[in-house]
């Protein structure tokens, strides 16, 4: 076999829908570059697909136009498995958007190779230092708390903590997108790739943090349209809290506070501590001021009232 010209992505994956959200999702880990390329196919509101091992690529697309016509997620398996002559060597894994499962682990994949499908999910590894990593997967990911993106990372750290790939570890992805359907097909909620590193799923968690964190802003902002503000700057304090590397989080907000809300007092409070340890300090504030200038601050004095306000 030419392994040069063959798409051998051994590896470790979950593919999962939450039933509360309805989101639907990929992680994947491989010592390997982009393994984000290869591995995770999904689609809103329709379903999500894991294609590993000796990877038919194909089988993503193919499995996202099967779902689509509403094939539950076993059928998509068989149908797959059946008409692929390399079937022996695949690894491939499907959930739909009603939570239905399929998994296939071909007798030729390398071990320690298996998959274990629970509710809503499925976890399958390959070529594994231990067998014991694909258990460790399912265990993690049940009994881990949060949203659909933090509980998959339980389940890559978790096989990683057995030993994950016999080679080592250096890419890592994580996408997850949402369970509504009618969302354009380009929309995630999640997408978020490691591509070469010492420790990917370690990295590829602090990328979900930081990613939390902007889908927590957002809700504020979403908040704060419907008319609830204190619930919003609740929010928007978590997500600040949750990310404090990411200066524009509390930079944005001051701007929506000083411009659409005319509350100079709040936007202030948020910026000053945004700008405290920022080189870039006059940077930030000369930008208030452009945004003014072009139009971004709609009220009339917002950008010297808030400028004023900062000290």
């Known amino acids: 076999m030419n392994f040069h010209h063959t798409k051998l992505f051994s590896t ?32 809103p509101g329709v379903g999500a697909v894991a294609t590993q091992s000796l990877v038919n690529v194909s089988f993503g697309p193919v499995a996202l136009a099967m779902l689509r016509e509403g094939v539950a997620a076993p059928k998509i398996i068989e149908g797959l498995v059946a008409s692929d002559p390399g079937a022996d060597r695949r690894q491939v894994a499907v959930v739909d958007a009603q939570g239905q499962v399929g998994a296939w682990t071909g007798s030729g994949c390398i071990a320690q190779a298996s998959h274990h499908m629970g509710e809503g999910y499925s976890v399958q590894a390959n070529m594994m230092t231990n067998a014991t990593v694909v258990q460790a997967m399912a265990t993690a990911y049940e009994t881990t708390s949060g949203d659909l993106a933090q509980r998959m990372m339980a389940a890559l750290a978790a096989a990683q903590a057995e030993g994950g790939d016999i080679r080592g570890m250096q890419s890592a992805a994580l996408k997850v997108v949402p369970g ?48 609830k503000r204190d619930q919003a700057l609740a929010l928007w304090a978590e997500a600040r809290a949750l990310a404090p590397e990411l200066e524009e989080t509390g930079y944005w907000q001051a701007m929506t506070l000083a411009d659409t809300h005319a509350d100079i007092s709040a936007a202030a409070a948020i910026l000053r501590p945004v700008l405290a340890s920022d080189a870039r300090r006059e940077h930030w504030i000369d930008l208030i001021r452009r945004l003014q200038a072009c139009g971004l601050l709609e009220r009339a004095g917002a950008a010297e009232e808030l400028i004023a306000a900062l000290g």
Do not use: F
Request: charge should be negative; glycine fraction near 8%; proline fraction near 4%.
């Open 12 to 43: 470790y994956s979950i593919v999962a829908r939450d039933p509360a959200t309805g989101q639907m999702g990929v992680a994947v880990e491989t010592h390997q570059m982009c393994v984000g390329s290869i591995v995770g196919w999904m689609l």
């Open 180 to 227: 509504e359907v009618g969302q354009p097909d380009w929309h995630t909620d999640y997408d978020l790739r490691v591509d070469e590193h010492e420790n990917p799923v370690v990295e590829l968690a602090r990328l979900v943090r930081l990613r939390r964190s902007q889908v927590i802003d957002q809700r504020g902002y979403e908040a704060l349209k419907d008319g």
